[in-house]
């Protein structure tokens, strides 16, 4: 709490507190509403001979009644603007933890996981002020106010107010709070659970079908719904037992309030019109208590909310680097890996370890190597993404950081996410403020002319979700198309042509390295179709280079590689 919710109450409190109090006149002009009312109506009840003798209550009536409307109104468009604030905070702040980690998300996430944390658990967020925070200061506060009151009348009855009311205040909030702890906390982890269901299932439906087993996963999803709906009941049924034991207590309050004012009035302490005063505004007042249940009740889901937001916190990429932002847009930096480590963590071996050397500006290597063997840990060391446990990456002079993500190094990854906008949209990514000349500029580049060309509508010809209007190798180019618009000198290729038949294949791999000519080019591999165009073969095996050299030198010398080459080219 003290991390995601202490900080916004601290940087918002004016605003709570204004919503608080406006909250408080709208409970306050409904219980003065009942009050008047009930004076009105007894006073009226006695005929009196001049009608001024009731013309106050009459405004007095008016009046609350507007305020019981005006002050709630009010009040909700502070909270929610408060609300909507705050989040607009905690979107933000989670979108820079999740942004780092953008090149290795899938890795360390399900995509209903991920969908979960970023709009359930923030969401939650949002009901602990709407629901939770301000119902329950105003519960609190509320039923401070009517003790105050009624102790100025008669001290005993309000002691006994004390008690009976902290039923409403404290006692079954406190009951609800323990008896659905676990169902709440329950319910979420079901209805996470059929996110990352739903969202798997949905990316391999094609295969659900292929494989005749859908009337399986249509079960399996009823078995977990019924589950859900088991809990949801349990929560709703609890729900209603503590709403009937809540308008018990309403019941006896106003009977005792009753009792109690017809003492008084007995006594001489106050007149016998009221009486109704007193017993209706009884009904309104305990009426704004009721919420202080349910405020306490949803406790341990924005705790469980905000434990899963911090845990997506925790494993932020470290980002804590010096020398920042003295990057020159003019450099053909050379790159030079010093003893450099990496481990995940909760892992205990060391993906790469202590990797030397260095690659000249405009140099272009391909690493290759089995799988699990570091490839794409190296890329994304090298992009910055992630940082060394020991040892140094330098781009020139600098060490690499995200912040040179962009700058001094893109990255053309496996399967580039192409947006549902225009092919002009898509490729503009790469540089939001570049001209029309820049754009037609890398279409050319990435060999996309005559493609653009075909299409009646040109650039401004929609890609349709992830690209699906176009072949793999056309989404390919595309995406190559807005690295090229970044103009770094350097550039990370992790499988782009995995995928791709040869012919295509080769075509992009033609195309990349002819736009790159003056560019550092470094390409993750699982095979060796095109290496033979590469400057430098690098293998890695057990986090280190195995084998290095040119694709030539390396077919003469390198028996390990004569035979990897010949089985990749289908001789073998």
Not at 9 to 17: A, D, E, N, S, T
Not at 176 to 185: A, D, E, Q
Not at 514 to 531: E, I, M, N, P, R
């Amino acid at each position: 709490m003290k991390d995601w919710v202490h900080p916004y109450v601290k940087q918002y409190k004016g605003r709570l507190l204004l919503a608080c109090l406006f909250g408080f006149l709208g409970i306050a002009s409904g219980a003065m509403l009942l009050f008047t009312s009930g004076y009105l109506i007894s006073k009226s009840a006695l005929r009196p001979e001049n009608v001024m003798l009731i013309y106050i209550p009459i405004v007095a009536v008016r009046a609350f009644s507007i305020g019981q409307a005006a002050f709630p109104y009010v009040e909700k468009l502070v909270s929610h603007d408060l609300v909507l604030r705050i989040l607009a905070h905690m979107r933000k702040r989670l979108y820079h933890i999740v942004e780092p980690q953008a090149l290795f998300l899938r890795s360390r996430y399900q995509t209903g996981d991920l969908l979960s944390v970023l709009s359930d658990d923030i969401e939650h967020l949002q009901d602990l002020y709407l629901r939770s925070i301000i119902p329950g200061v105003l519960g609190v506060f509320v039923y401070t106010v009517l003790i105050i009151v009624l102790g100025v009348f008669d001290i005993v009855f309000a002691f006994m107010m004390v008690f009976i009311l902290g039923i409403l205040v404290f006692l079954v909030p406190m009951i609800s709070f323990y008896r659905t702890k676990k169902n709440h906390v329950q319910l979420k982890k079901e209805r996470q659970t059929l996110y990352e269901q739903v969202t798997d299932a949905i990316f391999g439906l094609t295969d659900w079908q292929a494989s005749g087993r859908t009337e399986e996963f249509l079960q399996r999803q009823q078995h977990n719904d019924e589950k859900l709906i088991k809990t949801e009941r349990k929560i709703q049924n609890w729900t209603h037992l503590r709403n009937a034991i809540l308008q018990f207590v309403i019941g006896i309050v106003v009977i005792l309030m009753l009792l109690w004012a017809n003492k008084q009035a007995d006594l001489g302490t106050i007149t016998p019109t009221l009486i109704a005063a007193f017993t209706l505004m009884a009904l309104s007042v305990t009426d704004a208590l009721t919420p202080v249940s349910d405020a306490v009740e949803h406790l341990p889901i924005y705790k469980d909310s905000i434990k899963r937001i911090q845990q997506v916190e925790q494993t932020e990429v470290s980002l804590d680097v010096p020398n920042r932002n003295t990057w020159e847009s003019n450099q053909h930096p050379d790159i030079a890996l010093q003893g450099v480590d990496y481990q995940y963590p909760q892992s205990e071996k060391k993906v790469i370890h202590d990797l030397t050397f260095s690659i000249e500006a405009g140099k272009k290597i391909a690493v290759l190597g089995k799988s699990g063997t570091g490839k794409s840990t190296l890329l994304k060391l090298i992009a910055g993404a992630l940082q060394p446990t020991d040892g140094k990456i330098l781009i020139g002079n600098e060490e690499m950081h995200s912040d040179l993500l962009g700058k001094a190094v893109s990255v053309l990854n496996q399967k580039p996410h192409l947006f549902d906008t225009t092919i002009e949209n898509n490729i503009r990514i790469g540089k939001p403020d570049a001209t029309d000349e820049e754009i037609i500029s890398v279409i050319e580049q990435a060999q996309l002319s005559e493609l653009i060309a075909s299409l009646p509508k040109g650039m401004a010809t929609s890609m349709e979700e992830m690209g699906n209007r176009f072949s793999g190798g056309e989404r390919q180019r595309i995406a190559f198309a807005r690295v090229l618009l970044q103009n770094t000198p350097i550039m990370l290729v992790d499988e782009a042509t995995i995928g791709l038949d040869p012919n295509t294949e080769k075509d992009l791999m033609d195309t990349l390295l002819q736009a790159t000519t003056d560019k550092t080019v470094v390409w993750v591999t699982h095979h060796l179709a095109g290496v033979e165009k590469m400057d430098e073969i690098i293998f890695l095996q057990d986090g280190n280079i195995a084998i290095r050299g040119n694709h030539d030198d390396l077919l003469k010398t390198n028996t390990h590689y004569q035979k990897l080459y010949q089985m990749d080219q289908g001789i073998w």
